[in-house]
């Protein structure tokens, strides 16, 4: 059964600076997306990812994957204070239904 | 288009009571899902329609749950002899996939039912 983890699941850190957030899978997967949820609203769609070695890149987050190692980054460069939110990973998995990993809460401050 | 609208947003209902949400997706979307969400956990996969068949549910899901896309438009989950632990964010999610290409699911705003 298809698992995603995120790490780091709380992070905090300084205007200016950059960081990489980790989502690993457990099995097979051929669609892995990125969202950001801010507090008390639903979820934003940032990325979609076919392939090995897709990158996209949004403004100050850039996405990648690797299949084989079934891991996902999202990097943030020089974060502000807007990019604070909750962003999570999901993978799909067998019958379509897409997996969510437990989101990693972000926070940048002055 | 104004994107994947639920209703109701809010609903606080006693114990035992049954409740019933409906998502309209966006309109040429023939995909949609239903996702749980509790504080400070990822979305949790409930169930998926394929214009009106449910493709697939959630192992997760108890028999007081149904979900129904009578016309493969909108759609409704309900909620019988609602517990505690239903208290939660029901959130709907609609797509179009598109051979070859990038497949994004649109969520709506959600419906947050409290459970006393």
């Known amino acids: 059964e298809l698992k995603v983890e995120q790490n780091p699941l709380f992070l905090s850190m300084q205007e200016g600076k950059n960081y990489t957030i980790y989502c690993n899978y457990s099995?097979?997967?051929?669609?892995l997306y990125w969202y950001r949820q801010d507090p008390g609203k639903s979820l934003e769609s940032l990325f979609v990812?076919?392939?090995?070695?897709a990158v996209k890149q949004e403004g100050r987050l850039m996405a990648s994957l690797d299949t084989k190692a079934r891991l996902s980054t999202l990097h943030i460069t020089a974060a502000v204070h807007d990019l604070s939110a909750t962003y999570f990973c999901?993978?799909?998995?067998?019958?379509?239904?897409?997996?969510f990993g437990p989101g990693t809460s972000l926070s940048v401050i002055p | 288009d104004t994107g994947v609208s639920q209703d109701p947003r809010h609903k606080i209902t006693k114990r035992g009571q049954n409740v019933t949400f409906r998502c309209d997706p966006i309109?040429?979307?023939?995909?949609l899902y239903w996702y749980r969400q509790t504080l400070g956990q990822g979305p949790e996969f409930l169930t998926y329609?394929?214009?009106?068949?449910?493709?697939?549910k959630s192992r997760l899901l108890s028999d007081r749950f149904s979900a129904e896309r009578p016309k493969g438009s909108f759609s409704t989950l309900e909620i019988q002899r609602t517990e505690q632990g239903d208290s939660a964010m029901y959130l709907c999610?609609?797509?179009?996939?598109?051979?070859?290409?990038?497949?994004?699911?649109?969520f709506g705003p959600g419906t947050r039912l409290l459970v006393l």
């Open positions: 999610a609609s797509s179009y996939p598109r051979l070859g290409l990038q497949e994004t699911q649109y």
């Open positions: 099995t097979t997967s051929d669609r």
């Open positions: 990812l076919l392939s090995n070695g």
């Open positions: 999901a993978a799909r998995g067998n019958y379509d239904k897409v997996i």
């Open positions: 309109s040429e979307h023939n995909r």
């Open positions: 329609f394929q214009n009106e068949a449910q493709l697939e």
